[in-house]
């Protein structure tokens, strides 16, 4: 079964960037699409930004575009999420997640539906002055 492992999360000053890592584990990322979600304390878990599994086609919701760049590295079976002009509402827990291969979800979907199958353990994001 499909695991990912995050990391690069912690404390940042507003203003201040992070860049978030998810490896997968005992695969390859060939094939998968990846999402990027985050949970803010009593909120809901939301998409914030997935990128396609064959074209790197992206996709970010309003809250971080212009601010947060998703790209991956299939030959390190690695994804990875810069995140720039950090705000404290980007504060939360970030996972890392992926629709089955069957599935063909269009990016879009998997980040404004929360369409996952398999998840990370997630890093979490503290943006505080």
């Known amino acids: 079964q499909a695991q990912f492992v995050e990391s690069g999360g912690g404390l940042v000053q507003p203003g201040g960037s992070l860049n978030l890592s998810c490896a997968a584990s005992?695969?390859?990322?060939?094939?998968?699409?990846i999402g990027w979600f985050r949970q803010a304390p009593g909120k809901e878990r939301e998409g914030v930004a997935c990128?396609?599994?064959?074209?790197?086609?992206?996709y970010y919701s309003d809250s971080v575009k212009g601010r947060f760049t998703l790209s991956r590295d299939n030959a390190k079976s690695t994804v990875y999420l810069q995140m720039d002009n950090l705000k404290p509402e980007d504060t939360g827990v970030y996972y890392c997640a992926a629709p089955a291969i069957w599935r063909s979800t269009p990016v879009q979907d998997i980040c404004t539906q929360t369409i996952a199958d398999y998840w990370g353990q997630g890093t979490q994001v503290t943006v505080s002055s």
């Open positions: 005992g695969f390859t990322l060939d094939g998968y699409a």
């Open positions: 990128i396609w599994n064959s074209d790197s086609r992206t």
